[in-house]
């Protein structure tokens, strides 16, 4: 499995492709984080940054390989399903390195205050706050990537069509973990309570070890 | 699609799939190569190592040759530097060496599909499925392509392969299929070509003309006799250059070679049977 992921990383890295969603994602913190403003809302603000992200970065992991490629490596690797395996973990692994640099960098230029300024936030928590929000933005964003994908939607308009509007649907719908994890930091910020999102993120590990699931063995029957 | 086929895989074998485009035949293959799984019916046996080889092999992946063929080497399960090692081993076998820096993206045709077929035997499969491989290969790297099949089928491996050359390996398959209709039938083998012995006579210590059409295996004596064996479609092109040679070469007899007997005796250990 190792080598496997280290193949897609390897794809992944010298095809380019992830240019594109990481370059996005800085713009979009570039818009929304500055120097100095309070530390909880710009860790939300990255966080749920990072949910269409990772769909992308999934996108692009699972259809990198021509279709003949693809069957060399599963006959190799024994079977489509630890392949595509291979390639949503890949995908999964980058977008955990970038929402923990980013997280990083939030932390270190943040005012460690509530949204007032008026009430002193412990960095620690907040740190762990932030990263748990990443983590279940990046495991919902790898859910939506793996259901709006190859093997489940072959098409690419619809596929696009379908990852940008789950992933949305994602991080405004009541009950998502996602939306929940990054209006907990959110909503924190107002009175300088750091809420650290546990049952968000184990939910968002279901939903994703769910997804994830239903994608690879599904890839042995339908490519 | 598929139905209605049944057929076992035993180790140490060379199995041919024939049959008209579109019959399944590399739906097949994709099946045993555990690339796809059977909506109904099953596959039984332990999964054995397996390397596959597709007929295309468009090369847009932004590695080197070599490059890629480390990469699956590790996925085959070879340490790196193992695994660099055979990719150039492989690359040299098959004449590509030189393109092994090249980007998959710049390489012909014919050496994409080299590497393809280079990643296929990089480590010693137990099956190893050929879909039309020799497809684009040039004439070297096909004798080298069967030479490599013949090494993996007498370590005990597993070879199936489809070609659309009736004669790719006659002589060493065991066992042939051919689709028909929606089924799978055993197919007669080929036969190995007919050859012809050509008896010719020159002066004592005449040498053989150079480049005898057939490439023909050949035995010369002292006293100038000369036993030559082609393939029978070049025995008259062989008679014709040895009489219009200088010196001409006196023809002393011309007889069909007996058929050697195309199946070869192997033991049979352990079945494989997906």
Redesign the interface.
């Known amino acids: 499995m190792t080598?496997?992921i280290?193949?897609q990383a390897?794809?992944l890295v010298?095809?380019?492709r992830w240019l594109a969603p990481v370059l996005l994602y800085l713009a979009f913190l570039a818009v929304g984080v500055r120097s100095g403003e309070p530390v909880l809302d710009s860790l939300g603000y990255t966080a749920a940054g990072m949910l269409p992200v990772t769909a992308w970065l999934v996108r692009v992991c699972v259809t990198q390989?021509?279709p003949?490629?693809r069957?060399?490596?599963?006959?190799?690797?024994?079977?489509?399903p630890r392949a595509h395996l291979a390639a949503l973990l890949a995908a999964l692994g980058c977008a955990g390195l970038l929402g923990t640099a980013a997280t990083a960098v939030v932390l270190a230029i943040s005012d460690p205050a509530s949204t007032d300024h008026s009430v002193r936030v412990p960095l620690p928590p907040a740190g762990a706050a932030g990263l748990l929000a990443t983590a279940c933005c990046v495991l919902l964003g790898a859910a939506t990537g793996a259901l709006c994908g190859r093997p489940l939607l072959h098409g690419r308009g619809w596929s696009v069509a379908a990852t940008v509007l789950v992933a949305l649907l994602a991080l405004v719908t009541a009950g998502s973990p996602a939306k929940a994890a990054v209006t907990g930091l959110v909503s924190g910020s107002l009175t300088g309570t750091v809420h650290v999102p546990v049952l968000p993120l184990l939910g968002a590990a279901a939903v994703a070890a769910a997804a994830v699931a239903l994608a690879c063995r599904l890839t042995?029957?339908r490519? | 699609m598929l139905r209605g086929v049944d057929l076992a895989l035993p180790a140490r074998s060379l199995v041919r799939v024939e049959g008209a485009n579109g019959t399944g035949k590399s739906t097949l293959l994709r099946l045993l190569a555990g690339i796809d799984a059977p909506s109904e019916g099953r596959i039984t046996g332990r999964r054995p190592r397996t390397a596959y080889v597709p007929e295309r092999f468009p090369a847009a992946l932004p590695f080197t040759a070599a490059g890629y063929l480390v990469h699956l080497g590790r996925v085959q399960g070879l340490r790196t530097a193992d695994a660099a090692d055979r990719a150039h081993e492989w690359l040299t076998r098959f004449g590509a060496a030189a393109y092994a820096r090249t980007p998959l993206a710049e390489l012909s045709k014919g050496t994409s599909q080299k590497v393809a077929v280079a990643q296929s035997l990089l480590a010693e499969p137990e099956l190893l499925v050929l879909d039309e491989a020799w497809t684009g290969l040039d004439t070297e790297a096909r004798g080298e392509l069967d030479r490599a099949v013949a090494e993996r089928v007498t370590a005990g491996a597993t070879v199936v392969f489809v070609d659309h050359d009736p004669r790719r390996l006659a002589g060493t398959v065991d066992t042939a299929y051919r689709f028909e209709g929606l089924g799978l039938t055993t197919a007669p083998l080929a036969a190995l070509d007919p050859r012809v012995r050509v008896e010719a006579t020159a002066p004592p210590g005449t040498p053989l003309p150079a480049g005898l059409p057939g490439a023909p295996a050949y035995t010369l004596a002292a006293d100038g006799t000369a036993s030559l064996s082609v393939p029978a479609a070049h025995s008259d092109a062989l008679l014709r250059a040895l009489l219009t040679a200088r010196p001409p070469w006196h023809i002393g007899g011309v007889a069909p070679v007996p058929d050697p007997q195309p199946h070869r005796s192997t033991t049979r250990d352990g079945d494989r049977t997906p």
């Open positions: 080598a496997l280290r193949y390897d794809l010298r095809s380019q390989e021509p003949a490629a069957a060399v490596v599963a006959a190799a690797a024994g079977g489509q042995a029957m490519g």
